[in-house]
């Protein structure tokens, strides 16, 4: 899982009043929230500074977390002192990256450790926005390398978050490169609750997974069946549940009478249902069968597997 960071230099220019500056740290402590609920760990890494970097005249990050006479989100203030109240700082994991070598990134001529370190782990950094140089959503970061052999130089690009604007346009690019920590089928079953907490695998789904290499072809359209699926339930405010973006359907009549057994499961409740709808990788003959209950914000996952036989094809 993922850890966020923080673009420290994103602090650097000050905000008018102490209101404003408030009013940032609330915004970019809900960025932080909606990070945490895509995927990213709820740890916010930072520079060992972060507490004393100034964001109004006089009014540092920690002026910010504890005062009480703005008018602030107290939750937001409490969850943001725990999210960067742990190490290892950015500096000490840049630091254990290196080997033989000299390593430095820069940002427009400045030295850089949050852009420098997201750009090491191809990931993304959170920053403030009172500075127009970080109103943008890609930053172009400078990597310098120096060892025996000579230096180099290269530019990197990193994604950078300042609004929520900036997470919509990168979500799903994002929520991609979180999935690439799923590399297999236990993995998938060990991270469902951070990635799929509308799902609910039963026995059988379970066992299914637990065989899967991840090194299978199809197992890449598991996982984004399964994100519809789980994304189709979170975001259901009224009407019939229909997934968007997967092919599914639901059994024939005829089958369920002759083959109904065939496709009943044991959920986690401990009820044993007979499933119908299931989405299909048509590519590789596989079949997943779900069972949505709306008023419970649940998608019961029976079967992942081999095409089950049907009246038109019984084998």
């Avoid at 809900?30 to 500074?49: A, H, P, W, Y």
């Avoid at 703005?70 to 254990?96: C, F, V």
């Avoid at 998938?188 to 290499?213: C, H, I, N, R, V």
Wanted: aromatic share 10%; with cysteine.
């Amino acid at each position: 899982m993922k850890d966020q960071l923080f673009n420290e230099v994103s602090a650097g220019t000050c905000y008018t009043s102490r209101q404003d500056a408030a009013s940032a740290m609330e915004r970019m402590s809900l960025l932080i929230q909606k990070l945490s609920e895509i995927g990213f760990s709820n740890q916010l890494r930072v520079t060992r500074d972060f507490a004393t970097r100034t964001i109004s005249t006089g009014y540092t990050i920690k002026n910010w977390a504890i005062d009480r006479s703005i008018d602030t989100d107290r939750d937001l203030q409490r969850n943001l002192l725990l999210a960067a109240s742990k190490g290892p700082y950015i500096e000490d994991l840049l630091e254990d990256a290196q080997d033989d070598f000299l390593v430095e990134y820069k940002f427009q001529g400045t030295e850089v450790f949050g852009l420098g370190l997201a750009s090491l782990w191809n990931t993304c950094t959170v920053s403030l926005d009172a500075d127009p140089a970080f109103s943008d959503d890609s930053l172009v970061v400078s990597f310098y390398k120096a060892d025996d052999v000579g230096e180099e130089e290269s530019q990197i690009n990193v994604v950078n978050l300042a609004s929520l604007e900036h997470l919509e346009t990168h979500r799903n690019s994002l929520r991609e490169s979180l999935f690439l920590d799923i590399s297999s089928g236990p993995a998938l079953l060990e991270k469902a609750p951070l990635f799929f907490p509308s799902l609910s695998f039963g026995k059988s789904a379970q066992s299914q997974l637990t065989a899967m290499t991840g090194s299978e072809p199809f197992f890449p359209e598991i996982v984004r069946h399964l994100d519809v699926l789980n994304a189709t339930m979170k975001d259901l405010e009224s009407g019939a549940f229909a997934p968007r973006g997967i092919s599914w359907s639901t059994e024939s009549q005829p089958t369920l009478e002759m083959y109904g057994q065939r496709r009943e499961f044991g959920c986690l409740d401990g009820e044993v249902r007979r499933f119908s709808l299931h989405s299909k990788l048509m590519a590789a003959n596989k079949r997943i069968y779900f069972f949505p209950i709306v008023n419970e914000q649940t998608v019961h996952i029976g079967y992942v597997g081999d095409h089950l036989p049907t009246v038109r094809f019984k084998s």
